[in-house]
Nanobody, 116 residues
Framework: QVQLVESGGGLVQAGGSLRLSCAASIPIAGIRTKTWYRQAPGKQRELVATITWGSKTNYAEVVEDRFTSSIDNTKNTKYLQMNNFKPAASGIYYC??????????WGQGIHVTVSL
């Protein structure tokens, strides 16, 4: 069974930074798409960042220029560097891998709370 383990969340002040990590139990270099999602309290889960098979990155407009997604294939780990936090960025962040076949893989989610 594939496991994704997120770490690096917690409490951060508005304007501050955090880096989330997602360690996979499988090699991620060949995974079709690697994404990060966020679910704010009382809201639906939303896509935050994507790295495609060709290493192209895409970001939600609300985080563009402040969040950076990256991958270390040698560690089977992907990261989400988050800078200049806005209060609305609080929520549960999920690591997601979309393989070429079969269902997606999801992490358990990690809390990020932005204080004023």
């Amino acid at each position: 069974q594939v496991q994704l383990v997120e770490s690096g969340g917690g409490l951060v002040q508005a304007g501050g930074s955090l880096r989330l990590s997602c360690a996979a139990s499988i090699p991620i270099a060949g995974i079709r798409t690697k994404t990060w999602y966020r679910q704010a309290p009382g809201k639906q889960r939303e896509l935050v960042a994507t790295i495609t098979w060709g290493s192209k990155t895409n970001y939600a407009e609300v985080v563009e220029d402040r969040f950076t997604s990256s991958i270390d294939n040698t560690k089977n780990t992907k990261y989400l560097q988050m800078n200049n936090f806005k209060p609305a960025a609080s929520g549960i962040y999920y690591c997601n891998l979309i393989p070429w076949q079969g269902p997606d893989y999801w992490g358990q989610g990690i809390h990020v709370t932005v204080s004023l």
